[in-house]
């Protein structure tokens, strides 16, 4: 399992390329890991996602309360918690506004068309939740129902949210829908799209569920076991 200090070097890895590749602007999204079955490492609010340093992180409990870190917490951590407290197997998030998956989002509109094979087995589909003020219970009300089901949900009017077994995992998902968003104005501008039919989606599916098995069963340890092999990894005191 990767260190505190690891941890810290992923966020502001993916928080980097959250920007570069224009998912973010100016200090949108968020981004968390779980550091073990009581804590979240998680991004503050009102910085750039692009220009964190590690010491802007800050480690909340699972109630979202500031346990270390000098910055104010994201005002989105309602959603991480809950992310978290539905999906035992999630260990990392992000959330951030890519512009075409967030047009569809703003349009009314899922992607849940299985257009592409590779989409399908690695995401299943990608619903839409309704309109739900960012920071409040309402957004986290309207993502509860979707979160068992789903790696990856568009927000109405917001953007989008990915989670995965690491935050490396939950990244590509980010990345994966924005692309599939991108593929999935073309074929609707080409005017004949075709998407696979169900029998095939049956197939993929089937492929998808085998994966995500294979890769439940290599993770036997539960976060508590996790938490303290990290720890004995760690030098005193490196959890601040
Ligand atoms: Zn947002």
Partial sequence: MPSDRQHRLAIVQFGGLLLA??????????LSVRLDSKHLLVTPTCISKGRMRTSDLVIVDMEGRRVAGKRRVSSEIGMHLLIYRLRPDVQGIVHAHPPTATGFAASGLDLNRPLVCEVVVGLGSIPLARYGTP?????????EPLIPDHDAILMANHGVVTFGSSLESAYMKMETVEHFAKISLVT???GNAQPLGAKEVEKLNEVRHRYKSSVSSRKPAAPDQLASDDESKETAGSRQ
């Fill in 21 to 30: 590749n224009g998912f973010v602007a100016a200090t949108d999204g968020n």
């Fill in 188 to 190: 609707h501008l080409l």
């Fill in 135 to 143: 920071g409040t219970p309402e957004l986290t009300e309207v993502l």
